[in-house]
């Protein structure tokens, strides 16, 4: 995940700043679970591990048949045991992303966002997903955050890869295109695409309160008001130009 700059008086690289509250508890968690899962892989061996994930992962079919709802909020805390750039890149982007957003929003609203958009993308992984076993992984909560900031800042400069320089809402809208067009949640890969889009998407339903039918309606009225009072200036205006008396010469 690239750095981000911010424009000044001088450019200004920043990966997030100082740690928030909640961005700090939820990155001790998260790598507390993983120092776990690394003992219990190591000392359990391969039994104690798929235990571990036959409860604590993601896996539709309990889900829906044995009803194990709390697969919905662990699996965003575990990360796999066999390659640390899993849980790097999840963490890096929830401090890069995360402190500024609950610098802005709270603590509280913060956390419940985050929460939501994980348990938003293991819903959208189990109904479109379900013959993936199981899914691991903060990534969904993540793509939830990015959106979030490009919903936020959307003309704050981000780096792509440290090299490109885009702003935040091309950034989000990028990530989450290459998502949709590669989705490969049914293929080889081990991406579970179905998850981030499910992220992304909870995160854009939260920020414009889509849940809330009243508030949709109040903005269908309000952009309807909009256009009658832009088209009723336009009206006057030309009946104005209209009725202009000009002199004669």
């Known amino acids: 995940m690239p750095p981000r700059y911010e424009q000044g008086a001088q450019y ?6 100082p740690l928030t509250p909640i961005v700090k508890i939820l990155l001790i968690i998260t790598v507390g679970v ?3 899962e690394l003992f219990v892989a190591g000392i359990g061996g391969p039994e ?9 992962a993601l896996n539709p079919i309990l889900v829906f048949k044995s009803l194990f709802l709390w697969q919905l909020v662990t699996y965003m805390f575990l990360h796999s045991p066999d390659s640390v ?6 963490m890096l982007v929830l401090w890069m992303f995360g402190c500024e957003i609950e610098r802005l929003w709270g603590g509280r609203r913060f956390l419940r966002y985050y929460l939501i958009c994980g348990v938003g993308a293991g819903i959208a992984n189990c109904a479109f997903a379900f013959m993936q076993p199981q899914t691991i992984g903060a990534s969904g909560a993540i793509f939830g955050l990015i959106v979030a900031y490009g919903m936020l800042f959307p003309d704050r400069t981000i780096l792509f890869w440290g090299i490109f320089p885009m702003s935040a809402r091309q950034f989000a809208l990028l ?7 590669s989705l490969g949640a049914f293929s080889s890969d081990g991406i579970a695409r179905f998850a981030h889009l499910g992220g992304a998407l909870t995160g854009y339903i939260l920020i414009k309160r889509l849940w809330d039918p009243r508030r949709l309606i109040h903005d269908i ?22 009725d202009r008396s000009y002199p004669f010469h």
């Open 12 to 17: 200004k690289l920043s990966f997030g700043g």
């Open 34 to 36: 993983y120092i776990g």
């Open 48 to 56: 104690a591990w798929d235990v571990t994930l036959a409860l604590l």
């Open 85 to 90: 750039f899993h849980i790097l890149f999840n």
């Open 175 to 181: 990530l989450s295109g290459i998502e949709l067009v």
């Open 221 to 242: 009225r309000w952009k309807i008001r909009r256009r009658r009072f832009t088209a009723m200036q336009k009206d006057e205006k030309r009946k104005s130009d209209r």
